[in-house]
T-cell receptor, first 118, second 110 residues
Framework: DTAVSQTPKYLVTQMGNDKSIKCEQNLGHDTMYWYKQDSKKFLKIMFSYNNKELIINETVPNRFSPKSPDKAHLNLHINSLELGDSAVYFC?????????????????FGEGSRLTVL | GQNIDQPTEMTATEGAIVQINCTYQTSGFNGLFWYQQHAGEAPTFLSYNVLDGLEEKGRFSSFLSRSKGYSYLLLKELQMKDSASYLCAVNNQAGTALIFGKGTTLSVSS
Protein backbone atom coordinates (compact mmCIF):
# COMPACT_ATOMS: atom_id res chain seq x y z
CA ASP A 1 0.00 0.00 0.00
CA THR A 2 1.28 3.44 -0.94
CA ALA A 3 1.46 5.67 2.14
CA VAL A 4 1.32 9.04 0.35
CA SER A 5 0.04 8.99 -3.20
CA GLN A 6 -0.30 11.86 -5.60
CA THR A 7 -1.73 12.11 -9.09
CA PRO A 8 -0.89 12.73 -11.81
CA LYS A 9 2.77 11.81 -11.83
CA TYR A 10 3.43 13.80 -14.99
CA LEU A 11 1.60 16.83 -16.27
CA VAL A 12 2.41 18.73 -19.47
CA THR A 13 0.31 21.77 -20.26
CA GLN A 14 0.26 25.14 -21.96
CA MET A 15 0.78 28.52 -20.33
CA GLY A 16 -2.45 30.04 -19.07
CA ASN A 17 -4.16 26.73 -18.35
CA ASP A 18 -5.53 25.62 -14.98
CA LYS A 19 -4.48 22.29 -13.50
CA SER A 20 -4.88 20.29 -10.28
CA ILE A 21 -2.73 17.78 -8.44
CA LYS A 22 -4.31 15.44 -5.92
CA CYS A 23 -2.74 13.94 -2.82
CA GLU A 24 -3.93 11.32 -0.37
CA GLN A 25 -2.27 9.75 2.66
CA ASN A 26 -3.35 6.58 4.46
CA LEU A 27 -1.02 6.97 7.44
CA GLY A 28 -3.55 8.63 9.70
CA HIS A 29 -1.36 11.74 9.92
CA ASP A 30 -2.77 15.08 10.98
CA THR A 31 -0.51 17.33 8.91
CA MET A 32 -0.02 17.51 5.17
CA TYR A 33 2.24 19.68 3.03
CA TRP A 34 3.00 20.79 -0.48
CA TYR A 35 6.63 21.33 -1.44
CA LYS A 36 8.02 22.61 -4.74
CA GLN A 37 11.34 21.35 -6.07
CA ASP A 38 12.79 23.46 -8.84
CA SER A 39 15.31 22.57 -11.54
CA LYS A 40 18.16 23.21 -9.09
CA LYS A 41 16.68 20.58 -6.78
CA PHE A 42 15.85 23.09 -4.05
CA LEU A 43 12.91 21.77 -2.02
CA LYS A 44 10.77 24.64 -0.78
CA ILE A 45 7.71 24.57 1.49
CA MET A 46 4.53 26.03 -0.06
CA PHE A 47 1.64 25.09 2.20
CA SER A 48 0.92 23.14 5.34
CA TYR A 49 -2.44 21.94 6.62
CA ASN A 50 -3.16 20.50 10.03
CA ASN A 51 -6.42 18.60 10.29
CA LYS A 52 -7.89 20.50 7.32
CA GLU A 53 -6.79 23.92 8.59
CA LEU A 54 -4.22 26.04 6.77
CA ILE A 55 -1.12 26.44 8.94
CA ILE A 56 1.45 27.77 6.50
CA ASN A 57 1.13 29.75 3.31
CA GLU A 58 4.65 30.69 2.26
CA THR A 59 4.87 33.61 -0.17
CA VAL A 60 3.13 31.65 -2.88
CA PRO A 61 1.20 33.48 -5.64
CA ASN A 62 -2.57 33.55 -5.30
CA ARG A 63 -2.76 31.42 -8.43
CA PHE A 64 -1.96 28.46 -6.18
CA SER A 65 -4.89 27.33 -4.06
CA PRO A 66 -4.70 24.30 -1.78
CA LYS A 67 -7.83 22.50 -0.65
CA SER A 68 -8.16 19.93 2.11
CA PRO A 69 -11.57 18.23 2.10
CA ASP A 70 -10.48 16.00 5.00
CA LYS A 71 -7.26 15.37 6.85
CA ALA A 72 -6.27 12.53 4.51
CA HIS A 73 -6.41 14.67 1.37
CA LEU A 74 -4.66 17.82 0.26
CA ASN A 75 -5.12 18.94 -3.32
CA LEU A 76 -3.34 21.71 -5.16
CA HIS A 77 -5.02 23.78 -7.84
CA ILE A 78 -3.00 26.13 -10.01
CA ASN A 79 -4.61 28.83 -12.14
CA SER A 80 -3.14 30.63 -15.15
CA LEU A 81 -0.01 28.50 -15.31
CA GLU A 82 3.29 30.23 -16.04
CA LEU A 83 6.60 28.91 -17.35
CA GLY A 84 8.17 29.39 -13.91
CA ASP A 85 5.67 26.97 -12.40
CA SER A 86 7.48 24.08 -14.09
CA ALA A 87 8.83 21.96 -11.24
CA VAL A 88 8.26 18.78 -9.30
CA TYR A 89 5.56 19.19 -6.66
CA PHE A 90 5.81 16.90 -3.66
CA CYS A 91 3.03 16.18 -1.23
CA UNK A 92 4.06 15.03 2.25
CA UNK A 93 2.52 14.19 5.59
CA UNK A 94 3.66 13.97 9.18
CA UNK A 95 2.17 13.19 12.55
CA UNK A 96 1.93 16.73 13.84
CA UNK A 97 0.45 17.65 17.21
CA UNK A 98 -3.30 17.79 16.86
CA UNK A 99 -4.07 21.16 18.42
CA UNK A 100 -1.04 23.18 17.52
CA UNK A 101 0.02 21.62 14.25
CA UNK A 102 3.64 21.49 15.38
CA UNK A 103 5.87 19.19 13.43
CA UNK A 104 7.01 16.38 15.67
CA UNK A 105 8.57 13.98 13.27
CA UNK A 106 9.66 12.88 9.89
CA UNK A 107 7.93 13.71 6.68
CA UNK A 108 6.62 11.02 4.39
CA PHE A 109 6.70 12.15 0.78
CA GLY A 110 4.63 11.18 -2.21
CA GLU A 111 6.40 10.26 -5.45
CA GLY A 112 6.10 13.77 -6.84
CA SER A 113 4.21 15.31 -9.74
CA ARG A 114 6.38 16.70 -12.50
CA LEU A 115 4.67 19.72 -14.03
CA THR A 116 5.95 21.07 -17.34
CA VAL A 117 4.48 24.31 -18.63
CA LEU A 118 5.10 25.01 -22.32
CA GLY B 1 14.24 32.74 9.65
CA GLN B 2 16.37 29.72 8.87
CA ASN B 3 19.62 29.46 6.98
CA ILE B 4 21.06 26.08 6.03
CA ASP B 5 24.36 25.56 4.23
CA GLN B 6 25.76 22.37 2.79
CA PRO B 7 28.20 21.66 -0.05
CA THR B 8 26.64 21.42 -3.48
CA GLU B 9 28.53 18.40 -4.74
CA MET B 10 30.86 15.69 -3.46
CA THR B 11 32.52 12.71 -5.11
CA ALA B 12 33.87 9.53 -3.59
CA THR B 13 34.81 5.98 -4.54
CA GLU B 14 33.22 2.69 -3.60
CA GLY B 15 34.23 1.41 -0.20
CA ALA B 16 35.34 4.83 1.02
CA ILE B 17 33.96 7.00 3.83
CA VAL B 18 32.42 10.39 3.13
CA GLN B 19 31.27 13.13 5.50
CA ILE B 20 28.62 15.62 4.38
CA ASN B 21 28.55 18.75 6.50
CA CYS B 22 25.61 21.00 7.27
CA THR B 23 25.61 24.29 9.15
CA TYR B 24 22.39 25.93 10.17
CA GLN B 25 21.01 29.05 11.81
CA THR B 26 17.55 28.90 13.27
CA SER B 27 15.56 30.18 16.22
CA GLY B 28 13.71 27.65 18.33
CA PHE B 29 15.77 24.60 17.33
CA ASN B 30 13.67 21.44 17.36
CA GLY B 31 15.88 18.83 15.79
CA LEU B 32 17.80 18.29 12.58
CA PHE B 33 16.87 15.82 9.87
CA TRP B 34 18.79 14.18 7.05
CA TYR B 35 17.00 12.93 3.96
CA GLN B 36 18.23 10.99 0.95
CA GLN B 37 16.84 11.64 -2.51
CA HIS B 38 17.72 9.53 -5.53
CA ALA B 39 17.30 11.12 -8.94
CA GLY B 40 13.66 11.15 -9.99
CA GLU B 41 12.43 9.90 -6.64
CA ALA B 42 10.96 11.29 -3.43
CA PRO B 43 13.13 12.23 -0.44
CA THR B 44 13.29 9.51 2.20
CA PHE B 45 14.11 9.90 5.87
CA LEU B 46 17.59 8.91 7.04
CA SER B 47 18.11 10.32 10.51
CA TYR B 48 16.98 12.73 13.20
CA ASN B 49 19.17 14.38 15.85
CA VAL B 50 17.81 16.54 18.62
CA LEU B 51 20.57 16.09 21.22
CA ASP B 52 24.31 16.60 20.75
CA GLY B 53 26.30 13.59 19.71
CA LEU B 54 26.44 10.82 17.21
CA GLU B 55 23.52 8.64 16.13
CA GLU B 56 24.57 5.48 14.31
CA LYS B 57 22.34 3.49 12.03
CA GLY B 58 24.16 0.83 10.04
CA ARG B 59 26.51 2.36 7.47
CA PHE B 60 25.06 5.84 8.11
CA SER B 61 25.72 8.02 11.14
CA SER B 62 24.63 11.56 11.91
CA PHE B 63 26.25 14.00 14.31
CA LEU B 64 24.91 17.16 15.90
CA SER B 65 26.47 20.05 17.78
CA ARG B 66 23.76 22.51 18.79
CA SER B 67 26.21 25.07 20.18
CA LYS B 68 28.01 25.21 16.84
CA GLY B 69 24.92 24.95 14.66
CA TYR B 70 26.58 22.05 12.90
CA SER B 71 25.73 18.55 11.79
CA TYR B 72 27.29 15.97 9.55
CA LEU B 73 26.16 12.80 7.86
CA LEU B 74 28.79 10.08 7.71
CA LEU B 75 28.48 7.35 5.11
CA LYS B 76 30.77 4.33 5.45
CA GLU B 77 31.60 1.53 3.03
CA LEU B 78 30.18 3.52 0.17
CA GLN B 79 28.22 1.70 -2.50
CA MET B 80 27.21 2.84 -5.96
CA LYS B 81 23.59 2.98 -4.80
CA ASP B 82 24.56 5.71 -2.32
CA SER B 83 24.84 8.13 -5.25
CA ALA B 84 22.04 10.57 -4.44
CA SER B 85 21.27 13.99 -3.02
CA TYR B 86 21.48 14.37 0.74
CA LEU B 87 19.27 17.03 2.26
CA CYS B 88 19.76 18.63 5.66
CA ALA B 89 16.59 20.09 7.24
CA VAL B 90 15.43 21.88 10.37
CA ASN B 91 12.03 22.98 11.60
CA ASN B 92 10.88 26.50 10.83
CA GLN B 93 10.52 28.94 13.69
CA ALA B 94 6.91 27.99 14.38
CA GLY B 95 7.71 24.28 14.28
CA THR B 96 5.12 23.76 11.58
CA ALA B 97 7.24 22.61 8.64
CA LEU B 98 10.68 21.36 7.69
CA ILE B 99 12.97 23.79 5.93
CA PHE B 100 15.49 22.09 3.67
CA GLY B 101 18.99 23.00 2.63
CA LYS B 102 19.80 22.96 -1.07
CA GLY B 103 21.16 19.45 -0.84
CA THR B 104 24.51 17.81 -1.50
CA THR B 105 24.77 15.65 -4.61
CA LEU B 106 27.06 12.70 -3.89
CA SER B 107 28.52 10.75 -6.79
CA VAL B 108 30.07 7.38 -5.97
CA SER B 109 32.34 5.86 -8.61
CA SER B 110 33.95 2.44 -8.87
Amino acid sequence: DTAVSQTPKYLVTQMGNDKSIKCEQNLGHDTMYWYKQDSKKFLKIMFSYNNKELIINETVPNRFSPKSPDKAHLNLHINSLELGDSAVYFCASSQGRKRTGLNTGELFFGEGSRLTVL
Amino acid sequence: GQNIDQPTEMTATEGAIVQINCTYQTSGFNGLFWYQQHAGEAPTFLSYNVLDGLEEKGRFSSFLSRSKGYSYLLLKELQMKDSASYLCAVNNQAGTALIFGKGTTLSVSS
